[in-house]
T-cell receptor, first 111, second 114 residues
Framework: GNSVTQMEGPVTLSEEAFLTINCTYT??????LFWYVQYPGEGLQLLLK?????DKGSNKGFEATYRKETTSFHLEKGSVQVSDSAVYFC??????????FGPGTRLSVLP | NAGVTQTPKFRVLKTGQSMTLLCAQD?????MYWYRQDPGMGLRLIHY???????AKGEVPDGYNVSRLKKQNFLLGLESAAPSQTSVYFC?????????????FGPGTRLTVT
């Protein structure tokens, strides 16, 4: 079945540092890939997505590229801010099937 | 738009008590989902619904029941709460199943069973 693996963290960075959160997946066919973000005390909200190989999703300075050859969808941001402190979830979804979420990576950004 | 709302936000139950969590969405979505979130385990699907009057089991359905009597509402029931059901519960909805259709999440309900 489909599965998602991501670094569990926690990840602690200083403000303006470069961020990478690794995500790899196992799936049959051609799933869509997502990054969701959960701020403290809130529900998950979509950060970005990519629906086919080599697509790049981007939002709020975050980027991730759908790499079919390495089955990866790593999340990156060039300069993190304190307000980026949250839990980040990688997820995949195949048409007609339910979402599969990774365990989440907690990011703390220190001023 | 309110999106997806959940009530209550917090609840404490004693073992053996029952309760119902309410999820409502105003986006006219066909699909609705109940997840639980536990530390280190991400989100696990409890039950889901592909339309009004239909429900299906997810990954961890035991101890829970659901109903979807109206398209906009999806209820999650615990008939006899157990400490293992202490968790944060999220409801979500989507217009289609899977593929590139994202899920929209509610703010969550934090349930503690003592």
């Amino acid at each position: 079945g489909n599965s998602v693996t991501q670094m569990e963290g926690p990840v602690t960075l200083s403000e303006e540092a470069f961020l990478t959160i690794n995500c790899t997946y196992t799936a049959t066919g051609y799933p869509s890939l997502f990054w969701y973000v959960q701020y403290p005390g809130e529900g998950l909200q979509l950060l970005l997505k990519a629906t086919k190989a080599d697509d790049k999703g981007s939002n709020k300075g975050f980027e991730a590229t759908y790499r079919k050859e390495t089955t990866s969808f790593h999340l990156e941001k060039g300069s993190v801010q304190v307000s980026d402190s949250a839990v980040y979830f990688c997820a995949l979804s195949s048409r007609g099937q339910n979402f599969v979420f990774g365990p989440g990576t907690r990011l703390s950004v220190l001023p | 738009n309110a999106g997806v709302t959940q009530t209550p936000k917090f609840r404490v139950l004693k073992t053996g008590q029952s309760m119902t969590l309410l999820c409502a969405q105003d986006m006219n979505h066909e699909y609705m989902y109940w997840y639980r979130q536990d530390p280190g385990m991400g989100l696990r699907l409890i039950h889901y619904s592909v339309g009004e009057g239909t429900t299906a089991k997810g990954e961890v359905p035991d101890g829970y029941n659901v109903s979807r009597l109206k398209k906009q509402n999806f209820l999650l029931g615990l008939e006899s709460a157990a400490p293992s059901q202490t968790s944060v519960y999220f409801c979500a909805s989507s217009s289609q199943a899977g593929g590139f259709y994202e899920q929209y999440f509610g703010p969550g309900t934090r349930l503690t069973v003592t």
